[in-house]
């Protein structure tokens, strides 16, 4: 019974995300400076969302835990996906491909499968590069822009790390597998909607 209660509380919070809402998607935010705008970017996307949890909740629960090549790859990529989305003029990328990103880490999640280093590192630099490009900064000062930007990255990097530290916490726990096979799960239904919405938008 305290499961099922469990479930039903984390699948009401991230059906949260499934919604679409006013974000500021590709401007800061009103009231606050540039940096702290790019730190928020990540969390006012829902695909963004899903994707950074899929990818935290990957790493932290690959055995033996090992965040270093992955994580490298995934901040050398959003770096330079970031800089070029802005200064090439790229201004989103479509919301097919994000979802399609969330659904394959969800999937991976809840078939609790342990790719290898390679294909792990290019999902993650997979993701890094569409995030980085959905996330152009507008604006008439280039250092409003580098600041945007490095808020950006140095948020899309810190949450990753630290859901995958969190998870591995749990180490071979059975509790966390299942945990993270549910979560896989829901991860697949509300990258679902959130894609129906785009297309119904």
């Known amino acids: 019974m305290r499961c099922s209660s469990w479930s039903l509380r984390w699948l009401l919070l991230l059906l949260l995300f499934a919604f679409p809402a006013t974000a500021h998607a590709h401007s800061p935010v009103k009231g606050l400076g540039d940096f702290y705008s790019g730190l928020l970017h990540p969390l006012t996307t829902p695909a963004h969302i899903l994707i950074i949890v899929a990818l935290g909740l990957l790493a932290g629960r690959r055995r033996p835990f090992h965040l270093k090549a992955p994580m490298a790859v995934f901040i050398?990529?959003?770096?330079?996906?970031?800089?070029?989305?802005?200064?090439?003029?790229?201004?989103?990328?479509?919301p097919a491909l994000l979802i399609s990103i969330a659904l394959?880490?969800?999937?991976?999640?809840?078939?609790?499968?342990?790719?290898?280093?390679?294909?792990?590192?290019?999902?993650?630099?997979?993701?890094?590069?569409?995030?980085g490009l959905d996330s152009a900064a507008e604006s008439a000062s280039t250092a409003a822009v580098?600041?945007?930007?490095?808020?950006?990255?140095?948020?899309?990097?810190?949450l990753v790390c630290d859901i995958a530290i969190y998870v591995s916490l749990g180490g071979e726990a059975k509790w966390l597998k299942v945990a993270l096979r549910i979560a896989g799960s829901w991860i697949i239904a509300i990258s679902l909607l959130v894609l129906a919405f785009s297309f119904r938008r």
Do not use: Q
């Open 76 to 94: 050398t990529t959003s770096g330079v996906a970031l800089i070029a989305a802005s200064v090439g003029g790229i201004k989103a990328v479509h």
């Open 104 to 131: 394959c880490a969800g999937t991976l999640l809840t078939l609790d499968r342990n790719p290898g280093t390679l294909h792990f590192c290019a999902l993650f630099a997979i993701a890094a590069a569409a995030m």
């Open 146 to 158: 580098v600041k945007t930007l490095l808020g950006n990255w140095v948020s899309l990097a810190v």
